[in-house]
């Protein structure tokens, strides 16, 4: 029984398209999180001389809602957040570049900048190694300065410049840290200097809980919709077993 | 089972903790030097559910991959040590920093701990100590029956002897500096101790080389922000709430799975 199968697939995703919509639900209070889109698309599956009634459900490459989030003051002078459509460059675990709108920075213990997902911070010569300071400043271009330890206070010496791109937005997909990477094909990242910080803020979540609370909502009919059918399915079954019995 | 039941979990979980953090910043809203905390989210790992690319059988191919997030979680709660409002107390035994720095006190297992809280006290053998009885570092003895305490903005302890008209320097209060105050581990009775996040603790006089200096006669008040906090309060509730529903729906769903077919 074909027709099953088709339902059976559309319950299973739209269980998938389900935990999407929690994650963001989830994630409402995540620094700088993107929330994610799940869609769902068909997928025929035709054979020749057959009636093409095989369509089967895939959740497509979620793509993530790239609008920012509020602005929400910390009074931190490290929490940068991004004015305009950028983002920050940081190093991924796999040590690869990617990017993030996430600015909560901080200094690790080994001494480099890093931002609250504790991902390395990018600048135009790699890491940003800061030395043992009595004070570090980000100004609003991004340039990173300090006044080394010991040293009579106002003089700033300059370090590096944080790394703040503009990224062709449906070349990013989220890795499975949460941040953006390049896919294959896509153009590359350009430095902006209209880009700009704002200092002593962090960007909070873009997820809309009333959107998302309608998408679980609207989801969970679909669902029972699927589960429905694959009910009928049963009866139809059950309807053609009486006929042979009658038989 | 149902993912979106154990994603709702970790939200619950986390938004469980934001209230707990929020509440302990409300409960220490006149704690003398409090620094308020605030829990930092973070997305757990993506799943990933299928690659991009990947046949499916009868030539259809998948024309992109997908990636489920899997929750979130707090990674840690970090304080802010935004400066407190220096409030007069006219008691000479008072001292607020007003800028970088801590005070430094020895703690009863002799390692050394780290405080802005400057609501001293004279022990009966008239060192300087902290509500707790912990000795102040380097320690400053106060002579019996000397008056007019005095504590300059460098530091400077000074005494008036009995019969005597001129003040005594009877020692100096230092300070210390971290390079990552973010990192100091706070350990209860408003002290902090040093960890490889913070840096080592560097030792600066009041006043110099961008320490803070000192006032007597002040406390620092805590850095909380009642509105702010309460506006947490709110947020933290009703997400904790959101949450709460996604693991209404995912139940639903299963109920009536089960009670379908």
Do not use: C
């Not at chain 1, 919509?21 to 889109?37: C, E, I």
């Not at chain 2, 409002?85 to 970088?100: L, Q, V």
């Amino acid at each position: 029984m074909s027709s099953l199968f088709v339902s059976m697939t559309g319950a299973s995703e739209l269980v998938k398209k389900q935990a999407a919509h929690t994650n963001n639900l989830a994630n409402v209070s995540t620094t700088a999180f993107k929330f994610d889109m799940p869609e769902t698309h068909s997928m025929p599956v035709y054979q020749e001389d057959t009636l093409p009634t095989r369509v089967y459900t895939g959740t497509k490459r979620m793509g993530a809602d790239f609008s920012s989030g509020t602005f929400i003051s910390t009074g931190n002078e490290l929490d940068v957040a991004i004015v305009g459509d950028g983002f920050l460059a940081v190093q991924g675990s796999d040590g690869q570049e990617a990017y993030t709108r996430r600015g909560d920075l901080k200094v690790s213990s080994q001494g480099f900048l890093i931002n609250g997902s504790e991902h390395l911070v990018l600048g135009n010569g790699g890491p940003i190694a800061v030395p043992p300071a009595d004070m570090i400043s980000i100004g609003q271009d991004g340039v990173v300065s300090f006044v080394p330890q010991g040293a009579s206070s106002g003089t700033y010496i300059v370090l590096d410049k944080i790394k703040l791109v503009k990224a062709p937005l449906e070349g990013l997909q989220k890795n499975t840290e949460g941040l953006f990477q390049l896919v294959a094909g896509s153009a590359g990242v350009e430095e902006d200097p209209a880009l700009h910080l704002e200092t002593g803020v962090v960007e909070g979540s873009n997820v809309n809980p009333i959107t998302e609370l309608l998408g679980l909502i609207n989801t969970a009919r679909q669902y029972e919709l699927n589960v429905q059918m694959m009910k009928k399915h049963e009866e139809n079954d059950e309807a053609s077993a009486r006929i042979m019995q009658m038989k | 089972m149902h993912p979106a039941l154990w994603i709702s979990k970790t939200g619950l979980d986390a938004q469980q903790m934001n209230v707990q953090v929020t509440s302990n910043n409300l409960a220490n809203v006149e704690t003398v030097a409090f620094k308020k905390g605030r829990a930092i989210f973070d997305d757990l790992l993506y799943q990933k559910v299928r690659q991009a690319g990947a046949e499916n059988g009868n030539n259809a191919e998948l024309p992109s991959g997908l990636m489920l997030g899997t929750g979130v979680r707090v990674a840690g709660t970090e304080k802010n040590f935004q400066q407190g409002n220096p409030n007069r107390t006219d008691n000479p035994n008072h001292i607020a920093i007003n800028g970088r720095g801590f005070f430094q006190v020895l703690r009863s297992d002799g390692t050394t701990a780290y405080t802005r809280d400057g609501e001293f006290s004279i022990s009966s053998t008239g060192a300087l100590t902290t509500n707790e009885g912990l000795l102040l570092q380097p320690s400053i003895t106060i002579p019996p029956s000397s008056t007019n305490l005095s504590i300059g903005h460098d530091g400077t302890v000074s005494i008036n002897l009995a019969g005597s008209v001129a003040p005594t320097q009877v020692g100096s209060i230092q300070l210390v500096d971290f390079i990552n105050y973010s990192g100091l581990e706070p350990i209860g009775d408003n002290l902090y101790i040093e960890t490889a996040a913070s840096g080592a603790a560097q030792s600066v006089k009041p006043a110099q080389n961008g320490a803070g200096e000192l006032l007597q006669g002040y406390l620092e008040s805590s850095n909380v922000n009642v509105v702010e906090e309460l506006i947490n309060l709110i947020q933290g509730q009703r997400a904790y709430e959101i949450n709460a529903r996604s693991v209404e729906t995912a139940d639903k769903m299963l109920q009536f799975i089960t009670q379908m077919l």
